[in-house]
């Protein structure tokens, strides 16, 4: 009973390290909870207690990073704290990494994300790449200037659930345009959803993309809504 | 008489980026993570003093060589489409300085490595930082353009860039082509990005007791500009 106990406590406080972005006992941040253990001790001390490592991510870590994701949609957190809480969010997949290799564990779902070609601008596309895994998704990150051919490539490749495309240029941005209609052709199923700076859902309507997203949370969170088995 | 093209190098300490800027800059951030971004900052800091590079440059053109249309600034015979939003602030000035600034390529290598040896935060930290830098050194230009080369009682209007405000920006292709090769050392792609990708280009106006308005942020339809937010805050 206590027992029990202990660990329905260890995965709240788990939950709330995730939520607060504390990764290890020495991290100076945040300022409340210096000192205190972080992911990294409480993951491996639920390990120890023999918890599953399903239970782990399931019951402690997805669900602090659920709750990240409301508090951003109620605008009571910004970009930068959840990144932080995907921050703590990774450094406790790493220490599951090996549940995840023996085949244990499994994450959400393969997702494709690319800057599309002419645009060398990664920035948006690597904060939407660490929201993604921190929510639990496998992403291939295909990089910058990407054409068509190299997505449909990977695409065939692997079993993807969605493909996000970003641009930061109006001029690069109509190249957006050719890529979703060539990966409607061969995977007409295949949900693209657009992001960047210049765009608005206006324009996401008008070439035919799945989703419009202003910030890495929206995709986060259709990809759950739509496909996470979890 | 105002020679035609000047450029500057400044240092680091010139940008007088600081703390106090930092924590504006990343007012977005929780107050209990504060101490991180402070943290991320000072680690970050003897790196920017040897590798932010910071130059800008203008070429000037007087009354003789610019004029209107509706909507239109024609410099040298080349129109510039400006939009209604730039055109109406623009419209009344006598001189046009056309403006690149960078900070030079090695601290968006370091971002890029950062974010390829999985220390994402920091690369996030860094990027926006430097994005702040370019500003600081298109305001030192400013500055100089100010202080060493407005005539008395002359002003000089906001400064705009192709890509904002409604200024399409495949017009940076005619912007640049007013400036000698790799000004600054930036150069464009077919795309119209500016490499290194930390640059701002564009124009300032100035005119005889010309007013300087604020940007024209409620008229434009761009919600996620850059501009709009620095107004907010």
Redesign the interface.
């Known amino acids: 009973m206590n027992s029990s106990c202990d660990e329905t406590e260890l995965l709240s406080k788990l939950a709330f390290c995730i939520e607060?972005?504390k990764v290890n006992s020495s991290s100076?941040?945040?300022?409340?909870l210096i000192g205190q253990p972080g992911v990294e001790e409480i993951t491996s001390e639920l390990l120890q207690k023999n918890i599953p490592p399903k239970t782990i991510l399931d019951d402690a870590l997805l669900k602090g990073m659920n709750k990240v994701g409301e508090k951003f949609r109620d605008g009571k957190?910004?970009?930068?704290?959840v990144?932080?809480s995907?921050?703590a969010m990774?450094a406790a997949m790493d220490i599951l990494k090996p549940y995840f290799v023996k085949g244990d564990l499994k994450l959400k779902g393969k997702v494709i994300l690319a800057t599309v070609k002419?645009?060398?601008?990664?920035?948006g596309k690597?904060?939407v790449?660490?929201v993604l895994e921190g929510g639990g998704w496998e992403v291939i990150d295909l990089g910058i200037d990407v054409s068509s051919e190299k997505i449909l490539d990977a695409l065939q490749n692997n079993e993807v659930k969605a493909v996000g495309l970003s641009a930061l240029?109006?001029?690069?941005m109509l190249?957006m345009k050719e890529i979703v209609s060539d990966l409607k052709k061969s995977f007409p199923d295949l949900p693209v959803a657009v992001g960047g700076?210049?765009l608005?859902k206006k324009f996401a309507n008008e070439i035919k993309a799945d989703l419009y997203s202003?910030d890495p949370q929206g995709f986060l969170d259709y990809l759950n809504s739509n496909f996470a088995l979890n | 008489m105002i020679k035609d093209i000047h450029q500057y190098h400044f240092s680091f300490d010139e940008l007088n980026f600081n703390e106090e800027k930092l924590l504006h800059l990343f007012s977005d951030f929780s107050s209990a993570n504060k101490s991180l971004l402070i943290d991320s900052f000072k680690n970050h800091l003897p790196f920017l003093k040897s590798n932010c590079k910071p130059v800008a440059g203008f070429r000037f053109f007087d009354d003789k060589s610019i004029s209107f249309k509706k909507n239109i600034l024609l410099i040298e015979n080349i129109n510039f489409e400006l939009g209604p939003i730039i055109y109406r602030d623009l419209k009344e000035v006598s001189e046009i300085f056309v403006f690149v600034c960078t900070i030079g390529k090695v601290v968006e290598e370091k971002i890029h490595q950062l974010f390829s040896n999985g220390d994402s935060l920091n690369a996030f930290i860094l990027d926006r930082i430097a994005s702040e830098l370019v500003e600081c050194t298109a305001n030192l230009l400013e500055q100089k353009i100010q202080s060493d080369f407005l005539k008395t009682g002359y002003n000089l209007t906001n400064r705009y860039s192709p890509g904002y405000c409604g200024w399409s920006v495949s017009e940076q292709q005619k912007l640049f082509s007013l400036l000698p090769d790799k000004f600054c050392g930036v150069q464009l792609t077919e795309s119209s990005l500016m490499i290194p990708i930390k640059s701002i280009s564009g124009i300032y106006g100035s005119g005889y007791k010309i007013i300087r308005r604020d940007y024209q942020c409620e008229i434009c339809d761009d919600e996620f500009c850059y501009k709009r937010k620095l107004k907010k805050d």
Request: without cysteine.
């Open positions: 607060r972005g100076k941040f945040p300022a409340d957190i910004f970009i930068p704290d990144l932080i995907a921050k990774n002419g645009d060398l601008h990664n920035i690597n904060l790449k660490m240029l109006t001029t690069t190249n700076a210049p608005n202003p």
